[in-house]
Structures are given as C-alpha cells and as structure tokens.
C-alpha cells in the first residue's frame, strides 16, 4: 500500500499596505531631512569663509594704513630734523648717524597685490602737490582736511576775492601753473570768485585741481607723501576714500600750522579764521627747497604771509582717526 500525504504549503507573507506606504513616507522624510541640514551647512560654511575672508581683507586694509601713516610721520620727523623735506625713500631709511625715520616694513603696500609699491606724492618750492588725486596744494589740502572735505565760500568781510586771488596766484607762480591742465587764463577768470545769493564768493582754490598720478620723480619737487595704487573699493572709508586709489597719507607742515594756531586760540574760529584759511591761512614754510630758503627763494625771513619755519622742538599735531566702515561694502 501506497500512503501519501500532501503537506500544505505555507501561505506567503503578505506586506499590508499600510505598513509599506508608511515605512514609505518615514524613508522621504528622513532624506528631504538630511538634504536640508545639508544645505544649510554648505551655506553656513560659506558665510564662516566669506567672514574671514572679509576679516582678513580688514586686517590688511588697517595695516596699510598703519604704513601709510608711518611713512607720513617719517616725513615729518625727517623735515623737523634736517630743515628740508626727502627726495626718496632712502633718505627715509638711511636718515641721519644712528638715526632713521622708517621702518622697513612700510615700505611696501599691503593692498598693491602686484609688486607692492606705492603711488609717490610730491611736493614743490611753490606749495603745488604733485601726484595727488584730491589736492592740488597744501593750502587747499589743509582747508579742505579741517572742513570734513569741503572748501567753504569766502565771506567778503573777511577777505576780498583779489587778494586771494593773488594768494592762489602765487602758490603756481614758480612752477608753471597752479595745477595741471588749468591755464593763466583760466586761472585768472577763476580765481575772481562767484556771488552767491548769501553774499558770500566763491573760494578761488576751490577751481584747483589735482595733478593726479604721476610717474617717476618729478624735478624740482621733493617727497611728500605716498597713496594707494589699486582702483577697487575698499572696506575702510579713510578721509573720505572709498577706494585704495583714493587714499593718501601726504604730511602738510601748513596744516600742522594751523591746528596749532587752532589750538592757541582754544579752538575760536571766526567766519574768516583759520579754517577758511582766508585772510590767516598760515602760508608755506621754509625750507621746501632744501636749503632752507624761504618761498620766494631767499634766505632769511619767510615771505610776507608766511609763519617762521616750524621748530624741530614743537611736538607733531596727530591727525584725528578718520577711518571708518565703507557703507557701500
């Protein structure tokens, strides 16, 4: 006899749908999780690096500024100490027996990527920067630094416009012109002043114009200061630069003078004081040709106008911290 036995087979397990659309929506969930805490790493990585990238372009900016300011305290050590402004940086370095005036590292400019040079400023025997692209001469310069950039109008009760006419005048007369590109007839129609419905003229040197760059030395002119080469904007607004191109550190023995006599007066500024510079500006000092001669080329007493040369005993005036946050970064 045959016996046979049929075995039932095992039913197939069988996933409900319930449990699969939900191990379904709990493996979507997981992923669309981990995609979002991916991208916000990536992007908070990139804000960390963006923050140190814009840290240490800061730290870079505060740096040239710092050399820039050495070299301009360097120039103003070495004219107190020998009578007469440098040519170059090597008098700077060299400077006297066991005596020097700059530091080596100031000599290169933190912001100039490509060969780390700085824009050369200079100035000559009648007050003309050249190589500047703000200012035109020390007299304007100084007005302008202690007006927050501007050059206020003349008042007529304070000074006439011929006579500062002729003030200007003279700031070019020993160099061929007061700027570059500005002609005697230019000059002359310029420098009459404009009325204003306040009564008050136009201030002549307010028609002057910088030289702006220059290559090489320039005859006949001295050392005065240094600027920034590269034309981009900057974080740093430094006495109202918003690029590097815009930034000078140009030591001005004029306005030195007048805070000085600012601060003999306790600061009283009058409608026609020192900082319109107009009648009182104090004028040129000697010893801009290096010899010690005055302005006009001779020896002894300044030119009428001018103060006696600054004493190399008088401490230097600091300049206030113009440096601030440029809003447009």
């Known amino acids: 006899m045959r016996f ?8 197939s397990a069988r996933r409900s749908p319930a449990r699969t659309g939900g191990r379904s929506r709990q493996s979507g969930f997981a992923y669309l999780l981990a995609l979002i805490m991916a991208v916000v790493l990536i992007i908070t990585s990139e804000e960390v690096m963006e923050n140190y990238a814009m840290d240490g372009r800061r730290r870079q900016e505060q740096e040239t500024i710092w050399r820039g300011e050495q070299v301009e305290r360097g120039i103003r050590l070495y004219y107190h100490k020998t009578g007469h402004y440098p040519q170059t940086f090597d008098d700077l370095l060299s400077g006297l027996a066991e005596l020097h005036f700059l530091r080596e590292e100031a000599i290169k400019n933190p912001m100039n990527k490509t060969d780390g040079s700085w824009r050369f400023i200079y100035v000559n ?6 190589g500047s692209v703000k200012y035109a001469t020390l007299q304007q310069m100084a007005i302008m630094d202690l007006n927050h950039g501007k050059i206020p109008p ?11 006419a002729a003030g200007s005048s003279t700031l070019g007369s020993t160099s061929g012109g007061i700027a570059a590109g500005n002609s005697p007839a230019q000059t002359s129609s310029q420098s009459g002043g404009t009325s204003s419905d306040s009564g008050q003229l136009e201030n002549p040197l307010a028609a002057l114009k910088p030289t702006g760059p220059v290559d090489g030395p320039v005859p006949g002119a001295f050392l005065t200061g240094v600027g920034g080469k590269t034309d981009s904007k900057s974080l740093i607004v430094y006495h109202g630069g ?28 009058g409608s026609g004081g020192l900082i319109p510079g107009m009648p009182n500006m104090p004028g040129l000092p000697t010893g801009l040709t290096g010899t010690g001669t005055s302005p006009t080329g001779s020896s002894g007493a300044p030119a009428a106008g001018a103060p006696p040369a600054t004493s190399p005993t008088t401490p230097a ?12 970064q």
Do not use: C, H
Not at 154 to 164: D, E, M, N, Q, W
Not at 317 to 328: R, V
């Open 4 to 11: 046979s036995f049929n075995i039932p087979s095992q039913p």
């Open 154 to 164: 003349v008042t007529p009760g304070a000074a006439s416009a011929s006579s500062l």
């Open 317 to 328: 005036q600091q300049s206030p911290d113009t440096s601030q946050q440029n809003p447009d």
């Open 125 to 130: 025997s009648a007050g003309q920067i050249i």
């Open 242 to 269: 918003k690029k590097y191109l815009d930034w000078e550190f140009i030591w001005n023995p004029v306005e030195d003078q007048a805070r000085a006599m600012q601060a003999q007066t306790n600061g009283a500024l």
